[in-house]
């Protein structure tokens, strides 16, 4: 998980005491090192007459390599000299972070932080600058905290507008909630999902050297438990699809991939396609969706962006009174897998030979989430719950015994009859742990809307 790299100032007055001021910084800016963020900082920023300190920090600073722009409110400070400082990172997010006074004995002594800073938030919102406001309370909470979630936020959206997503194919099924609007995508979250055919994808196959895909092969029967033995040509053409794909998304820089699923590699390449996905997933650490989820494969990349997880995608089963069931008919990435990785050779209706992945999922608190689009607006629907192992289930049409297929309940902190109101694809994006609180950020940060 990379960590999100800010720029640092400390403001304050000139005529306050400097010690105090310098001090101040110092120990936020510690805080903030202990919370994992990368930082490039100059010393205290006062307002002085010559400017001498504003042309050193813009000097530190240089071209503003960063996410965001820590604007660290030590005291009271006349609005233009932090305005100069930031006129060279209208592109950034602004952190306004005040903080807070201390107490001596039984009084408080403050440098009036929150003058500065309320000086200075309606005035730059004033001038276009995206800012969140942080403040620290005397002998409370600091605020860093706060600060390092909405760096992780800026991060994320930051590593989104440089993203590409690879779709082999589009709109499988013929499904219309996995199509998507390129230029409104791209205006808003800077996300390119670039396009590529199958046929180009089946040459490379092709061309794969035999010796590479014996090497993936034996891999695969190192680290994963067969329940059953799979066929040998099953194996060797996943394997093949799975280097030839690799291929291409090397290439491109992908950091996402959907495939044309059922219409494509199930109907003519004669292969589902689990153990390509799994295997793109746990080797190339790329997101992967398929059926060519356009904004499913985007949920997951803003998932991952900002909690280092994998992003799994699940899809709905079930609607119950109290909680949802939710699995895949395929693959789960293996960090979610709960022991090892499970796979049985399984055929459902008329797809044959595929490799199913039959592993536990990991329970606990999870978050689901969905980006969607509505009238060429943005939003992100998200849910928390509770995800328990489901009671014995298995989905019709796969050849007996019929598999128990990866999936977990999911005991919603909401009304399921509210969620199902609002549910906006098959497909959702699991997160453990309650990430809310970095999906608001960088939704506030994108300008998109959360539905919650």
């Known amino acids: ?35 994992g963020l990368e930082i490039t900082t100059t010393d205290l920023v006062t307002d002085d007459a010559q400017g001498h300190d504003v042309a050193r920090a813009i000097a530190d600073l240089g071209t503003g390599h960063f996410d965001a722009i820590v604007v660290c409110i030590a005291g009271w400070i006349p609005s233009h000299a932090v305005i100069r400082v930031l006129s060279g990172f209208r592109h950034l997010p602004v952190i306004l972070w005040g903080l807070a006074g201390h107490y001596a004995g039984d009084r408080l002594v403050t440098t009036a ?21 942080v403040y620290s309370t005397p002998g409370g909470g600091s605020g860093a905290a706060k600060v390092a979630i909405i760096s992780r936020a800026a991060f994320a959206l930051a590593m989104l507008r440089r993203a590409r997503v690879g779709m082999m194919g589009y709109r499988d099924m013929n499904l219309y909630g996995t199509m998507f609007d390129g230029v409104s995508l791209t205006r808003i979250l800077g996300v390119e999902i670039e396009f590529f055919e199958m046929l180009e994808a089946a040459r490379l196959m092709e061309a794969q050297e035999a010796s590479a895909v014996e090497k993936v092969i034996q891999r695969v029967r190192e680290r994963w438990t067969f329940l059953a ?27 996402a991939i959907s495939l044309l ?30 059926e060519n989820d356009s904004l499913g494969a985007v949920t997951q990349l803003i998932v991952r962006q900002l909690t280092g997880q994998a992003a799994a995608y699940m899809e709905f089963y079930e609607f119950m009174e109290d909680r949802v069931l939710i699995g895949v008919p395929d693959y789960v990435p293996s960090e979610v897998v709960d022991g090892p990785v499970t796979v049985l050779p399984a055929s459902f209706g008329n797809f044959q030979g595929g490799l199913l992945n039959v592993s536990k999922v990991k329970t606990g608190r999870v978050t689901l989430s969905r980006l969607f689009a509505r009238n060429g607006e943005y939003s992100l629907h998200v849910v928390t719950g509770e995800a328990v192992t489901p009671r014995p289930w298995e989905e019709a049409g796969w050849a007996a015994p019929a598999p128990q297929l990866p999936g ?3 005991i919603l902190d909401s009304p399921v009859e509210e969620f199902a109101q609002k549910v906006m694809s098959q497909h959702y994006i699991v997160s453990y742990g309650d990430t809310r609180i970095l999906l608001a950020e960088f939704c506030t940060l994108a300008g998109i809307k959360l539905v919650q």
């Open 408 to 410: 977990l309940e999911i």
């Open 1 to 35: 998980m990379q960590n999100p790299r800010v720029g640092f100032v400390g403001f304050g007055e000139v005529n306050s005491p400097r010690e105090l001021l310098t001090m101040k910084c110092l120990c936020a800016r510690k805080e903030l090192d202990a919370m």
């Open 113 to 133: 932080d929150q003058a500065g800073t309320s000086a200075l938030r309606g005035v730059l919102e004033d001038l276009g600058y995206s800012v969140r406001f």
């Open 261 to 290: 699923d059922v219409d494509g590699m199930k109907k003519l390449a004669g292969l589902p396609p689990a153990m390509v996905f799994m295997l793109l997933a746990d080797e190339l650490n790329l997101c992967t969706i398929p």
């Open 229 to 255: 033995e799979a066929t040998r040509d099953g194996l060797y053409k996943a394997a093949a699809w799975y280097l030839a794909l690799a291929q291409k998304a090397t290439e491109r820089g992908y950091q």
